[in-house]
């Protein structure tokens, strides 16, 4: 796994996703160390990489690989849900400052944001109850399919054929809740997260196969510069100091 984060990041650096620091004179870093606090947009159901633990708590992946950051730029950390749907369009309104939330990185969504080096891969899957014989494409022709509304899995999965219908919901658990009571019949999802189901819940869901391999990355507006300099740098200390591979560890291996 940590190869694979090293070499997503020599093609981020190759791709130019690194801001040069002549770039960085915006004031965006400026203003977030005034603030004393770094805001950051989240899909906080959204396991393992953030979602509430059993006291309402924001636990996951990306919430420690957050506070991390946010210790060694010095500021504190804050968090705003929001639906993923508009989160692009929240941040570039101002409603926070970065999106650290298993984003994955694409040519469109790039349009509007920059992204940071890749810190990790994953990729787009089907996921089906564990008594279910979908193991490949074809068999999806004629079935239902769940997916989360404004999500690269929903545009995954408008590219599967044949399919029956396809379900949009507001969050990938709702897509896990249906399919576990059989209202649909498989859910294209991150895999990530159908990992973290098939691992805790293996009676109920198992991954059947991936769609399409995604990198994933934090956003930033385009025009804070500083502030993408200062994560990015931040970010590429963590990969080479092997904190992104603790967090794997952690939180994504069994």
């Known amino acids: 796994m940590r190869k694979t984060v090293l070499f997503t990041l020599v093609l981020a650096l190759l791709m130019g996703l690194v801001v040069p620091a002549a770039l960085a004179g915006d004031g965006s870093l400026e203003r977030v160390k005034k603030a004393g606090k770094l805001v950051i947009g989240i899909d906080d159901a959204y396991p393992p990489m953030e979602f509430r633990d059993e006291n309402n708590q924001l636990v996951g992946f990306d919430i420690d690989l957050a506070r991390e950051i946010g210790k060694r730029l010095g500021v504190e950390v804050e968090w705003v849900p929001t639906e993923w749907n508009g989160v692009i369009l929240a941040l570039n309104s101002g409603k926070f400052d970065i999106i650290l939330s298993a984003m994955s990185i694409t040519e ?6 920059d992204f940071s080096p890749p810190y990790i ?44 219908e396809l379900k949009e919901y507001p969050k990938f658990t709702e897509v896990f809740l249906d399919l576990a009571i059989g209202r649909i019949d498989a859910g294209v999802v ?26 994933i990355g934090i956003a930033y507006r385009k025009e804070d510069d500083s502030l993408q300099e200062a994560i990015d740098s931040i970010l590429l200390d963590l990969i080479e100091e092997g904190y992104i591979e603790e967090l794997i560890q952690k939180w994504l291996v069994d």
């Open 108 to 113: 469109e969504r790039a349009k509007q944001v």
């Open 121 to 164: 891969d994953m990729g787009q899957v089907v996921v089906t109850r564990t008594n279910s014989n979908i193991s490949n494409v074809e068999d999806l022709k004629g079935k239902v399919i769940g997916t989360q509304l404004g999500s690269t899995s929903a545009e995954a999965a408008r590219t599967i054929e044949g399919i029956k």
């Open 190 to 215: 991150d895999q990530l997260v159908a990992n973290y189901y098939a691992n805790t819940r293996p009676n109920v869901f198992k991954v059947a196969f991936q769609v399409v391999p995604e990198p």
